[in-house]
């Protein structure tokens, strides 16, 4: 125990100096390394982390709370000033382009923690990383989430425990980026969009990549699209028929997509109005048993 710690509990009734020894306990130590990790349970259904360095899917995304232990999944220290947010089943650390479809605006995010624990959600990220995303009052947007391959290796590299994968160095581009006028909240003073470019160059690749991202925004155009409730895609209808059948009285439908000679069958409910309808609904969907079931914008 600290010093100031010792003295403010020798004021205290008895009982009470380990409830302050336990809020004076330092913080642990971040050690940062590669995490994959083994199925868990969250939110009421099973998550199962896999290597997927070219996801590019598209859902809602929250905004941490303040509740957060110390350190990330990954044992880096969290901070919610970072370019940084959470997946249940994306290889740790991976960085990702993430876009808010309302706003159009674009940051780079470093994938470093699991969650958030609900099916609702595909990506929680850092309050700043939401600020700069123009995240609405409520904290839930539309996103696009794409992992960037490479840039996901290198960092994975530099950590210990990654697992040993050839990287192709990244190409030296000219990397533009405009200058906005900061969202509601941002720091700085707010002001006119600026018309200048400035023109970066791409930092070389390798093992010293800093686990703190530079915050780039860009601007591009919005895609909000409309909320729908994935219930999985099928070989066969046979087998889409009876995912269907499970929630049929939440209204869900079989669509059937062409693959050359083949198809599949899609088990969709939607469209969906509103965040608030969607969640909803999704929460019975997994209750009738169809777990993997989630929200997507399309």
Sequence with gaps: MSGVCAWLASLLPPMLPALLVASCAPAPAPSPHYELGAPYQAGGVWWYPRVDLRLDERGLAQVYDNGHPGLTA???????????????????PSIALVTNLETGRQV??????????????????????????????????RVRLQVLEADSQTAQAALPGAPSLPIAAAPRDAVATTSLAPPPGARGSAGVAQADTQVATAPDAGPAMALRLPETLTQ???????????????????????????????????????????????????????????????????????????????
């Design 74 to 92: 990954d044992g880096e220290a969290f901070d919610q000033g970072a370019m940084a947010g959470a997946n249940q089943t994306l290889p740790l």
């Design 220 to 298: 591009v155009g919005p895609d909000p699209g409309r909320l729908w409730i994935d219930l999985g895609s099928f070989p066969t209808y046979e087998f889409a028929n009876m995912q269907r059948a499970a929630v049929a009285q939440l209204g869900a439908t079989i669509t059937g997509e062409a693959h050359g000679r083949g198809e599949t069958f899609q088990v969709t409910i939607g469209p969906i109005d509103d965040v608030a309808q969607a969640d909803r609904l999704l929460d019975e969907v997994v209750a009738a048993g169809v777990s993997d079931a989630q929200i997507v914008v399309r």
């Design 108 to 141: 780079r995010l470093r994938i470093n923690d699991r969650g958030p624990p609900t099916p609702r959600r595909i990506l929680a990220v850092t309050s700043r990383a939401a600020v700069l995303l123009g995240f609405p009052p409520g904290g839930v947007a």
